[in-house]
C-alpha cells in the first residue's frame, strides 16, 4: 500500500462515500423543487403537534420538513403584497417578479424563459407532479406562457408542445382532465371543458405520448420502473381529492406520483450527462387553507412530508448531486395556531382532538350534503354529518339550521364548526402575506454548503427561482427570445385589463373555474 492510497483511511469517512460516489470532473445535476402551495409556518406548527397528538409521540417529535428549514421567502409579486399562485411560481420558474395572474410572463405580458425549457433546452429531462389540475398556474408557470392563469384550454396545448419550443415536458403526473378534452360522451371522464372540441388525450398520444387516466394504468407505470416517456397521466377529471378523502384504490398518494416521477426521469438519464428538473407539488394544502379546512390541511401537509421524506430518500440513493429546495408560493387562510371563542380573555388551548375526529373535509360533506336525497334532512345532518362524520356530539341547534339553511354551500361553515371546536383560527378566506419558509437539501455536501450561503435568512421569492437557474448555470434571457411569438391567450377573448383579472381572482377560493 503506498502513500497515496493510505491517506484515504483518515479522511471523514462521509467525505470519502462523497468523492466516490461523485467522480472527479462530473457535472451531472439533478434539480428537484418542491411546492407546498398556501402553506405558510403555521400549518407546520398545526400539523407537528397534530401528528403527535394521533401517534401520541414525544412533544420533540417533528416532521420531516422541520430538519431541513434553511431560511425565508418574501412573496410579494409585481402588483400585490399579497401574491397569488401565478405570480408566486412565476418568481420561481423565469425568476422575476411578474404581475397576480401571470402565468410565465412578464410585467409587459410578454413571456418569458423558464427554469424547465432551459434545461430541457440544454438536454435535461423534465417532470411535473401535482395533486391539483395540471393546467393549474404552479405547474403552467414552468411550462407554459399566458397572461391570465384560468386559459387552461390554452396551457394545456402549451404543455403538449403547441408553442415555438415544441415540447419540453417530459412527464405530468396529476388532474385536470377537463382541458384536455371536450364535453360530452368520452371514455376519459364525465365530461370536459375544452371549448374547441379538441380530444387533446387523443392527439397527445397520436404523437407519442404514452397517456395514463385511471389507477390501474397508474400502476402499471410500477413506481416508474415501466414508464415510457414522455408520460401524460391525467388522474382526475380536476382536483385529486384532499388526502383526507383520498380512496386509494382510485387515487395514488402524492407520495406514489413523486416516487414514479424521480424512478422514470432517473431511468431516462441513466446514460446522460444531464440529469432532469422535476416539479413536486403539494397543491392543495391552498385548497384546505381557501376552505379554513383545519382537519384537510394538517392531512395535506402529512401527505407533502411523506412525498419530501421521499424526495429526501432519492437523493440519497444515487450518485447524482441533486439539489432538493421545498418552498410555498404564499401563505392561505392567514392560519392562527390559537382562537378566541369569546368576548373574555382568551384560554391558551388548541385541540387537536377535533381534527383527528374529522373523517373527511368540508368539501367532501358538502357535496354529500348537497347530493341528498332523503326525507329528513335534519336527522341526517345531526347522525350522518355531525356524529359519524366529523365526530362532533355537542352541536347546537344553531349550527344543524345553519347546515340546513346552506345545504348546496355549507363547506365553511362545517369548516368553521371544526376551526372552532379545535380553537384554530383564520383571518381570510384568501391568501396572506406572511413571509414563507424554505427547505433545501443536497446529497453533496459543497452543494448543501453553497444553498446555506445563498438562501439561509430572509429572501426574495425571486433568489430561489435565480438559485436553481445559477446551480444548472442555464440562460433564461435566450429561452426569451426564443419563445417570443408564442400566443399568450386565447385568440377568441378580449385582454382583460389586471384589474378585471384582479377582481375575479379576488373571488376566487381555490378548485375549479371555468372562468374566460
Ligand atoms: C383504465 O385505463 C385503461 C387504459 O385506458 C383501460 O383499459 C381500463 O379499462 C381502465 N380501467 C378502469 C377501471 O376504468
Ligand atoms: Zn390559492
Redesign the pocket.
Known amino acids: 500500500m503506498n502513500i497515496a492510497s493510505l491517506a484515504w483511511l483518515f479522511l471523514d469517512p462521509k467525505l470519502l462515500s462523497e468523492l466516490t460516489l461523485t467522480p472527479q470532473g462530473s457535472t451531472k445535476k439533478n434539480i428537484i423543487f418542491l411546492v407546498t402551495d398556501g402553506m405558510g409556518p403555521t400549518s407546520l406548527s398545526l400539523t407537528r403537534s397534530f401528528r403527535q397528538y394521533r401517534d401520541k409521540l414525544a412533544i420533540d417529535d417533528i416532521l420531516t420538513l422541520d430538519k431541513h428549514l434553511i431560511g425565508q421567502s418574501r412573496t410579494r409579486s409585481s402588483n400585490s403584497l399579497v401574491t397569488d399562485s401565478a405570480a408566486g411560481a412565476t418568481a420561481f420558474s423565469c425568476a422575476l417578479k411578474s404581475y397576480n395572474n401571470a402565468v410565465g410572463v412578464t410585467p409587459q405580458r410578454q413571456p418569458c424563459g423558464t427554469l424547465l425549457e432551459a434545461m430541457k433546452y440544454e438536454g435535461y429531462h423534465t417532470g411535473l407532479v401535482v395533486t391539483t389540475r395540471i393546467t393549474d398556474a404552479t405547474p403552467a408557470a414552468f411550462s407554459s406562457h399566458v397572461t391570465y392563469r384560468f386559459y387552461e384550454d390554452l396551457i394545456a396545448q402549451h404543455q403538449l408542445g403547441e408553442y415555438p419550443l415544441g415540447r419540453v415536458v417530459d412527464l405530468m403526473i396529476g388532474g385536470g382532465r377537463t382541458h384536455f378534452y371536450p364535453p360530452g360522451e368520452t371514455p376519459y371522464g364525465n365530461g370536459g371543458l375544452r371549448k374547441d372540441g379538441r380530444n387533446l388525450i387523443e392527439e397527445a398520444q397520436e404523437n407519442g405520448w404514452s ?1 395514463v ?2 389507477r ?2 397508474f400502476d402499471n407505470l410500477e413506481l416508474g420502473n415501466n414508464v415510457q416517456l414522455p408520460l401524460l397521466a391525467l388522474l382526475a377529471d380536476n382536483d385529486i381529492p384532499f388526502d383526507l378523502d383520498r380512496d386509494d384504490a382510485i387515487y395514488p398518494s402524492l407520495e406514489e406520483e413523486a416516487i414514479t416521477a424521480m424512478k422514470a426521469l432517473s431511468k431516462a438519464t441513466e446514460d446522460s450527462d444531464k440529469g432532469f428538473f422535476l416539479l413536486i407539488e403539494g397543491s392543495r394544502i391552498d385548497h384546505a387553507g381557501h376552505n379554513n379546512d383545519p382537519a384537510a390541511q394538517v392531512r395535506e401537509v402529512l401527505a407533502f412530508d411523506k412525498a419530501f421524506k421521499a424526495v429526501l430518500d432519492f437523493a440519497d440513493s444515487t450518485d447524482v448531486e441533486t439539489v432538493i429546495i421545498s418552498t410555498s408560493d404564499h401563505e392561505t387562510g392567514g392560519l392562527a395556531a390559537a382562537r378566541q371563542l369569546t368576548p373574555s380573555y382568551p384560554d391558551y388551548l388548541w385541540r387537536p382532538e377535533a381534527l383527528l375526529a374529522a373523517k373527511h373535509s368540508g368539501e367532501y360533506l358538502n357535496n354529500k350534503i348537497a347530493s341528498f336525497e332523503g326525507e329528513d334532512l335534519e336527522s341526517f345532518i345531526k347522525h350522518e354529518i355531525f356524529e359519524k362524520d366529523l365526530g362532533i356530539t355537542d352541536y347546537t341547534p344553531q349550527e344543524v339550521e345553519s347546515i340546513m339553511d346552506h345545504s348546496k354551500a355549507s363547506h365553511y361553515l362545517l369548516n368553521d364548526i371544526v376551526s372552532r371546536r379545535s380553537q384554530t383560527g383564520w383571518s381570510t378566506h384568501g391568501h396572506s402575506a406572511v413571509d414563507v419558509n424554505i427547505y433545501a437539501y443536497s446529497n453533496k455536501k459543497s452543494t448543501m454548503h453553497l444553498l446555506r450561503e445563498k438562501l439561509s435568512g430572509n429572501h426574495e421569492n425571486i433568489e430561489i427561482g435565480q438559485f436553481m437557474k445559477d446551480f444548472v448555470n442555464v440562460d433564461l434571457t435566450h429561452m426569451t427570445k426564443l419563445i417570443k411569438g408564442t400566443q399568450v391567450k386565447p385568440s377568441d377573448v378580449d385582454e382583460m385589463t389586471v384589474s378585471q383579472q384582479q377582481e375575479l381572482l379576488d373571488n376566487y377560493h381555490g378548485g375549479l373555474v371555468n372562468v374566460y
Do not use: I
Open positions: 397517456y387516466g385511471n390501474s394504468s
